[in-house]
């Protein structure tokens, strides 16, 4: 099949300026929840024939693209769904992986509510276009016919540059490298690549045949992965300096925030990641002896936290079939942090959802250390007269939920190795990775860190984010490396 023959059920629009009127936003069908809640399948179509042409002409073709500028990787979005509005998904495919090295997944995992669709035009009372689901179609095309960039051949005193981490900071910034000749060499101590791509976001959000395509796209233009390979432990790290030009950390941020609240310790509290990591380990067969899991079949379980990391664990919970699932929150559900289109979905498959509770404590039953419930301080909400800022105080009133498990989902801190002392790289009071100029990349600021040669991006210098600014980092990171190999 080629990259840009159509499906036989689209009959694409006349070009026309006011195409938005004629259709309205359609989103490709999600599998009804009774199906999705009893597997870890992605829950929208996959097939190739989504209607993408006809959704990309509703595009206004704005003359300054919000939707370009609210991405993270200014992504040409009016000009790659023009490419589509016409049938021409190869050159569309070229020019999306001119931003963007991992379109496949920010189709699928980006918070597009809060990005590009949230900045169309179109958002105004018309529905926006349906960017996500459009860029995950044309990228699905793409690599199901083997498309691959063209790649500089490495000359023989080509630089090599080692990258620790093989998360999307780390698989972004190898992309780039291999594409402008220097030789990327990825360090990961996990299995597989992916970072919590693979092991941390659940598989009906991203299949992880996603990320194996992924690899072999990687090592087809010249990435070498070295995995199961924990730097400072299996490898020194002052090895990979000697034997490497530069490296680039890209690290992440898996350290667990926990709260410290009176009976952490009973038997049925985990933390969010040892929950997600344990049950992608059990069905994908990784056989990570340190995630064992963590199965909550019959269980009451009740989730801490409003963001997607929450949202995940809550359908995961459903898909192992626990006999309730719910998720509660400290502020009320327009402050929740987390995509709206996840919560949706979650109340779809059968959580359900309480707002404006705090936990204060988790009680034990009395002849056991087995949790038996959490005691809850209500939440009481408050709007200042003069600016109309809402804020949350803890009240005197309580709310008790019962249940046999507790997963606390509130996000994740620094995860400093003690090899960065001895390396000079310098930290700041958060324990992130402080870069050389103080600026942040959206400021024009280097990645650059304090130890000459050595650069840093993603989550371990910016904190927990979402995946496309990861993303942005590493392509950044890769350009000044580059840059600096160009002007010797």
Known sequence: MKLDQISKHQTK????????????????????????????????????????????????????????????????????????????????????YETNPLPEICGR?????????????????FGAVTIGAIEKNITDRAIAN????????????????????????????????????????????????????????????????????????LQDIGVEFRLNTDVGKDIKFEQIRQEFDDVFLAMGTYTSVIADLPGMNSKGVYKALDYLVGNINQLE????????????????????????????????????????????????????????????????????????????????????????????????????????????????????IECDAVIIAFGFKASPQEWFTTAGIELNSHGLVKNSDGKSSEDGGSLRTSAENIYAGGDMVRGADLVVTAVAEGVKAAQEIVAKYTSC
Not at 28 to 57: C, H, M, V, W
Not at 350 to 366: D, H, N, R, Y
Not at 367 to 395: A, C, N, P, R, Y
């Open 13 to 96: 629009l006349p070009s026309d300026p006011l195409n938005f009127l004629q259709l309205e936003r359609e989103t490709p069908d999600k599998r009804a929840s009774e199906a999705r809640r009893i597997d870890f399948k992605e829950i929208y179509q996959t097939d190739l024939g989504y209607q993408s042409a006809n959704q990309a002409a509703r595009c206004l073709d704005c003359g300054n693209p919000y939707c370009e500028w609210k991405c993270p990787l200014h992504n040409y979005i009016p000009n790659w769904l023009d490419y589509v509005a016409n049938e021409k998904y190869q050159q569309a495919a070229e020019l999306m």
């Open 109 to 125: 995992v980006c918070p597009q509510d809060r990005l590009c669709e949230q900045a169309c035009t179109l958002n105004t009372g």
């Open 146 to 217: 083997k498309w691959r960039p063209t790649v500089p051949e490495l000359t023989k005193n080509a630089k090599k540059v080692a990258i620790i981490g093989a998360g999307p900071a780390g698989l972004a910034c190898a992309d780039q490298l291999a594409r402008h000749g220097v030789k990327a060499v990825v360090f990961d101590k996990y299995p597989e690549i992916g970072g919590l791509l693979t092991f941390g976001i659940p598989g009906f959000k991203l299949e992880k045949d996603v990320i194996r395509k992924r690899r072999v796209f």
């Open 285 to 400: 067969k990784f056989n990570m002896t340190e995630f064992p899991e963590i199965n909550l079949k019959g269980k009451k379980v009740v989730v801490l936290g409003g963001g997607d990391t929450a949202m995940d664990c809550v359908r995961t919970a459903i898909r192992q079939n626990a006999k309730k699932v719910t998720c509660v929150y400290r502020r009320d559900e327009h402050s929740m942090p987390g995509s709206k289109t996840e919560v949706n979905n979650a109340k779809e498959e059968g959580v359900e959802f309480k707002f404006c509770l705090t936990p204060a404590s988790i009680e034990q039953q009395s002849d056991s250390d087995l949790i038996q419930s959490v005691v809850f301080s209500k939440m009481q909400e408050q709007t200042d007269q003069e600016t109309g800022v809402k804020s949350f105080l803890v009240s005197e009133q309580q709310s008790i």
